[in-house]
């Protein structure tokens, strides 16, 4: 590709859910950078819980090309899956979870590491790749 497509204006937006429920995050020092560096126009903070915001962006901001999912533990990963796999999009969306793996129990023996497993993210995301059908899917990798 040319050098003139990547100066091409795409009309980027960042859209940020958060309730602030963690004290003492950099989330307000964010927003005040933002505006700093005249981005406060492209980034949306959402105030709340996920739960339900998948409305809030515009219309014209969806399909989502990369979405980054840092919240909770498997019941949180699957409802989030269920409210926003149709938001992803499916000719290449991107979908980052910060969290995919679970302890179970421990190993007997002393000294050793915790085994490891593929939580239940995985079958909510083949669940919801199936639901969708084979055009509708963004791309996924374990």
């Given at each position: ?17 958060d309730d602030y429920s963690i004290e003492h995050i950099s989330a ?115």
């Open positions: 590709m040319s050098l003139e497509y990547y100066r091409q204006n795409f009309g980027a937006a960042l859209h940020a859910i307000p020092k964010m927003l005040d950078a933002l505006k700093r560096l005249d981005l406060d126009d492209i980034v949306t903070v959402h105030e709340g819980d996920f739960r339900g915001m998948s409305s809030k962006p515009e219309p014209n901001s969806v399909p989502f090309d990369f979405v980054w999912f840092d919240c909770g533990g498997p019941a949180e990963y699957v409802r989030f899956l269920e409210e926003y796999w149709p938001l992803i999009n499916p000719g290449g969306g991107i979908l980052v979870l910060h969290f995919r793996y679970w302890d179970i129990a421990p190993n007997q023996k002393p000294d050793t590491p915790a085994n490891m497993v593929m939580g239940s993210i995985a079958n909510e995301i083949k669940r919801q790749q199936a639901k969708a059908g084979p055009r509708r899917n963004p791309r996924f990798r374990l």
